[in-house]
């Protein structure tokens, strides 16, 4: 199927299956994908929710579509089972989980992506709070990893790995902080961020399809080039409001001090993005908010975001 071909069937199964967003994130329970779907640079998957829409013209059912990870929380064999459902708030907690197979064995051999067996990425359904953190797995299969201090409220944890032998996949479960949640604001949409006093400025603009964004770090007015973190000059998470539907961007090959990625965003709406740099020995986190348009942007089109968005100090997750 070709690319406006797929968007266009998948905004179908989009209308029909998130109800409008925010039901496949928030559902009563979380949704089990049975088998099939491949996955690629957006670690797509093929849901096989109950009572889908078919496609009448080759008798595939629309649930055969792919769709973006992190939206179920087992697929193609695979399963993640979180020991840790709800913490308290206020202060650091370690996280248990295990990836099962069908016969519910823990799996225990990983492909190293990313200089990683398994990321972790756990968000706020605010799209505000944000943790990207690497676990470690003990001879029985159990992963455990300390989260930072989460906030009241509704998240979502997404793993993402690669069974040895198997596809690449994204898995997500709810993780609930106790105490009252407190309303925040997502922030409006913007091409600049700042975090510890740096400054980022995004290039390029989303849009249905295949993306190229690129990232300028400066510090006091000065373009710095970024260290290596995870293999490359940066790392790109992008989140959908809403379902929460994940999308892990792949770095591109790039010259000078530009931090650039490949994103295939599957539909129009809001997205959250986080990027990851090391510069000066630490890692920090960058948050955009970003409006993907219903068609593509045209090549002489320009937006303009003036309004900034993380505040300087802002550093979730690390």
């Known amino acids: 199927m070709n690319a406006p071909a797929k968007l266009a069937a998948y905004a179908v199964v989009l209308a029909v299956v998130t109800g409008g967003g925010a039901v496949l994130g928030a559902a009563a329970g979380p949704i089990d994908v049975g088998g099939g779907g491949g996955d690629e640079a957006g670690h797509d998957m093929?849901?096989?929710?109950?009572?889908?829409?078919?496609?009448?013209?080759?008798?595939?059912?629309?649930?055969?579509?792919?769709?973006?990870g992190g939206l179920a929380v087992a697929q193609?064999?695979?399963?993640?089972?979180?020991?840790?459902?709800?913490?308290?708030?206020?202060?650091?907690?370690?996280?248990?989980?295990?990836?099962?197979?069908?016969?519910?064995?823990?799996?225990?051999?990983?492909?190293?992506?990313?200089?990683?067996?398994?990321?972790?990425?756990?968000?706020?359904?605010?799209?505000v709070s944000y943790a990207h953190v690497h676990p470690t797995m003990s001879d029985d299969g159990e992963w455990a990893v300390e989260l930072p201090a989460l906030p009241p409220g509704s998240h979502?944890?997404?793993?993402?790995?690669?069974?040895?032998?198997?596809?690449?996949l994204t898995l997500g479960v709810d993780l609930t902080v106790a105490g009252q949640a407190t309303a925040v604001e997502l922030p409006a949409p913007s091409?600049?961020?700042?975090?510890?006093?740096?400054?980022?400025?995004?290039?390029?603009?989303?849009?249905?399809?295949e993306s190229e964004l690129g990232f300028t770090v400066s510090l006091a007015g000065r373009t710095v080039r970024?260290?290596?973190?995870?293999?490359?000059?940066?790392?790109?998470?992008?989140?959908?409001?809403?379902?929460?539907a994940y999308l892990h961007v792949h770095?591109?090959?790039?010259?000078?001090?530009?931090?650039?990625?490949?994103?295939?965003?599957?539909?129009?709406?809001?997205?959250?993005?986080?990027?990851?740099?090391?510069?000066?020995?630490?890692?920090?986190?960058?948050?955009f908010t970003v409006e993907v348009p219903d068609r593509p942007v045209r090549p002489d089109a320009s937006a303009t975001h003036d309004a900034p968005d993380s505040p300087d100090g802002d550093d979730e997750g690390h």
Not at 226 to 244: N, S
């Open 226 to 244: 970024t260290d290596p973190y995870l293999g490359a000059a940066g790392h790109l998470v992008a989140i959908r409001e809403g379902d929460l």
């Open 191 to 209: 091409h600049h961020a700042r975090v510890d006093g740096y400054e980022v400025t995004l290039d390029g603009e989303a849009a249905p399809g």
């Open 251 to 287: 770095p591109l090959d790039g010259g000078g001090d530009e931090v650039r990625f490949a994103a295939a965003f599957p539909s129009a709406g809001t997205y959250r993005l986080f990027l990851d740099f090391a510069h000066g020995g630490e890692v920090r986190t960058a948050a």
């Open 46 to 68: 093929g849901s096989d929710t109950a009572g889908p829409p078919t496609d009448e013209g080759n008798g595939t059912a629309a649930s055969a579509i792919d769709l973006p």
């Open 156 to 168: 979502r944890v997404f793993a993402d790995f690669a069974p040895t032998g198997g596809e690449s």
């Open 76 to 127: 193609s064999g695979y399963r993640l089972e979180a020991a840790t459902t709800a913490l308290d708030p206020g202060a650091p907690a370690t996280y248990r989980f295990r990836v099962v197979d069908g016969d519910g064995e823990a799996v225990t051999r990983f492909d190293v992506e990313h200089e990683k067996r398994l990321h972790l990425v756990v968000v706020g359904r605010d799209l």
